[in-house]
């Protein structure tokens, strides 16, 4: 009797949409090739998880279109449409975004700086064969992991090399200059 009682709640759990699953990642887990698509960098900062890197293929849009098509979700604050308030689950909870822990928009300039972005996500219209970047925290540009790199390793000609930085050095500014 009691091995039937549990079937059935399980079948009705399931049924109701099932018990919240821990999301695994998913989607392309690297920066896309040449001008195939629009690369972004996710760094998570102090919510402790690792730093994503990967691609939204094609032309997207909008920096929203971008971290969608990188099968990033994203989630709004409550009562302030346009302001991102997690991505990919982080923070959790939403924390509503305070100066101190905020998600901050950046673009990845030509001389392979950061610059933060001047419009919102919703507006701007990111080239193929750039690279947005994404970081939580109190407004400093993304981290980027640096690229795992062999002796017999050689990029192709239509690999996207993202910015090495030197996380010893000062740390750069919302416009670039160094601290």
Not at 84 to 96: L, M, R, Y
Not at 115 to 139: K, L
Request: with cysteine.
């Amino acid at each position: 009797m009691r091995r039937g009682l549990t079937g059935m709640f399980l079948t009705l759990v399931l049924a109701a949409g099932g018990v919240p699953a821990t999301a695994a990642p998913i989607g392309p887990a690297a920066a896309c090739r040449g001008t195939s698509g629009v690369s972004v960098v996710v760094d998570y900062g102090r919510a402790g998880r690792p730093i994503d890197v990967r691609c939204a293929p094609g032309d997207p849009a909008t920096g929203l279109a971008v971290l969608s098509g990188a099968n990033l979700p994203y989630t709004f604050v409550p009562n302030q449409p346009g302001l991102v308030c997690t991505i990919n689950g982080t923070p959790n909870p939403c924390n509503g975004a305070p100066p101190t822990a905020y998600w901050s928009y950046w673009h990845l300039r030509a001389d392979r700086t950061w610059e933060y972005s001047g419009r919102g996500a919703s507006s701007y219209n990111p080239a193929p064969g750039t690279t947005d970047g994404w970081a939580f925290g109190n407004g400093k540009p993304p981290r980027v992991p640096r690229p795992v790199t062999s002796a017999a390793s050689t990029p192709s000609a239509g690999d996207q090399e993202l910015p090495r930085v030197d996380m010893s050095g000062p740390a750069l500014s919302r416009h670039g200059e160094s601290s």
